[in-house]
């Protein structure tokens, strides 16, 4: 697609939020995601899916009130489990944005475009603000077992942006921090958005570990 275009494009609003680089498992089982799975893997052409978080309501059934951002995700297995089921293996792609829902017969579909991030940096001391918070957060975490380490941003690779979303895939942020970091327009914004949803869970620890004593 050009830069800006709109296309049509399957959906699955879930109770979670997709960033570009993750990996999603999914169990599908209701029939209008399996007739979409089922075009979708019709052709190699269509193996792709937009995902974007429920603001409200279940995943289940319909109804739900659905967040106008979102990332595509690319199927990269499929196999059918008993009872019917197809177990879906997928990885988060571009982001993109909702410009109209269409009907949700046979299953939700909408009008979406790419939305790749503004051209700007962050800054040296927002990174630095960043790296002290995730510090932190690890060192409060290191008395839990198999507690896992974040990688350092000097070590992550890719743009500053890239770097953001794969430390928001590895750190326990909740879905609405998480759309917040998604959403960000560009690197230089998404990196204090992602030190303040650090800040937010050092404080739930804090809280928790204060609770312990």
Do not use: K
């Not at 979708?40 to 967040?67: K, Q, Y």
């Not at 590895?170 to 990196?191: I, K, N, Y």
């Amino acid at each position: 697609m050009a830069p800006g275009e709109t296309y049509e494009l399957p959906m699955f609003p879930l109770g979670a939020v997709l960033l570009p680089g993750e990996v999603l498992p999914l169990q599908v089982f209701e029939p209008r995601y399996l007739a979409m799975i089922e075009h979708c893997t019709a052709s190699p052409e269509r193996m792709r899916f937009g995902v974007v978080l429920i603001a409200r309501g279940n995943e289940v059934g319909g109804g739900d009130e659905r967040t106008g951002v979102g990332t595509v995700a690319r199927i990269t297995s499929c196999r059918r489990a008993p009872g019917g089921r197809l177990l879906l293996g997928c990885v988060g792609e571009e982001r993109i944005r909702v410009d109209e829902w269409l009907p949700d017969a046979p299953y939700p579909r909408a009008r979406v475009r790419s939305w790749p991030d503004d051209p700007s940096e962050p800054s040296a001391d927002d990174v630095a603000a960043l790296t002290d918070r995730i510090t932190e957060l690890t060192d409060l975490a290191s008395t839990a077992p198999g507690a896992p380490r974040p990688p350092d941003w000097s070590q992550l690779t890719g743009s500053a942006g890239d770097r953001a979303f794969t430390l928001a895939r590895v750190l326990p942020l909740g879905p609405l921090d998480t759309l917040r970091v998604l959403t960000a327009p560009s690197a230089a914004e998404r990196v204090p958005v992602l030190a303040r949803a650090v800040d937010d869970v050092v404080a739930a620890v804090r809280f928790r570990l204060g609770e312990r004593g």
